[in-house]
């Protein structure tokens, strides 16, 4: 008899996984941008994407909680952690660009 794992319990685990590689994506901007190529500097929205798909896949599984809750909770916390930091970044960005074509600094 072979051991499988449930549809649910993968649908569990992806939160914490997407989380884990959007804290990673961010580690490599963080890499990147402080290392003279900066060739790596755009994963910062795909960080952003895949812990937001990380949240929605949470919310959607909330039901199975119950059952799993230290993994349902630190999917959704990871993913919440990398998305509250790559949104952080790209709007510094942002406030930094609008001021540099605004001739102004802040």
Not at 25 to 51: E, Q
Not at 71 to 92: E, K, N, P, R
Not at 93 to 98: E, F, G, P
Request: with cysteine.
């Amino acid at each position: 008899m072979e051991n499988r794992i449930s549809k649910s319990k993968i649908l569990i685990i992806m939160p914490l996984i997407l989380g884990i590689i959007s804290i990673f994506m961010f580690m490599l901007y963080f890499y990147s941008a402080n290392h003279a190529p900066y060739k790596y500097t755009d994963v910062i929205l795909a960080g952003s994407l895949l812990s937001f798909i990380g949240m929605v896949i949470s919310f959607i599984t909330r039901r199975s909680r119950k059952t799993y809750l230290t993994l349902w909770g630190s999917g959704l916390v990871t993913c919440l952690f990398g998305f509250i930091v790559c949104i952080f970044i790209v709007m510094c960005l942002i406030l930094v660009m609008a001021a540099a074509f605004n001739g102004t600094w802040l």
